[in-house]
């Protein structure tokens, strides 16, 4: 069953836990103002993320980048996707919001769930 990938997200801004990485926040705007049909402008792009600075934002480094290196190398998923699994992790998320990652895996302790279930 499909559900909105609303509530997750309004649970995690209310209780006030939800995190970001700058990956994920780099993806979006790259999706809403590319792949959209209509794309966003980039000032609207930037209005939406402007809402998102109600989650902690985890910021990208060098000891993060060698432990999405280290998660590609385990389970072989994207590097792109490893740096929100990385994220995560060092976040202390118990669980990962994603649908481009398989349901009930784990990478580094964080559960993977459907937004959309």
Excluded: W
């Excluded at 049909?37 to 609207?44: F, G, R, T, W």
């Amino acid at each position: 069953m499909s559900g909105s990938p609303i509530r997750p997200r309004k649970r995690v801004a209310e209780a006030g836990t939800g995190v970001l990485s700058t990956q994920v926040l780099g993806e979006f705007f790259q999706v809403v103002t590319r792949k959209l049909a209509p794309p966003l402008s980039p000032p609207a792009a930037g209005q939406v993320l402007c809402g998102y600075q109600v989650f902690r934002v985890v910021q990208r480094d060098v000891p993060m980048i060698h432990a999405a290196v280290a998660v590609v190398e385990r389970h072989g998923i994207g590097y792109h996707d490893a740096l929100i699994v990385a994220a995560a992790a060092r976040a202390g998320c118990r669980v990962l919001y994603s649908e481009d990652l398989n349901p009930g895996q784990e990478y580094l302790g964080v559960a993977v769930a459907n937004p959309f279930a």
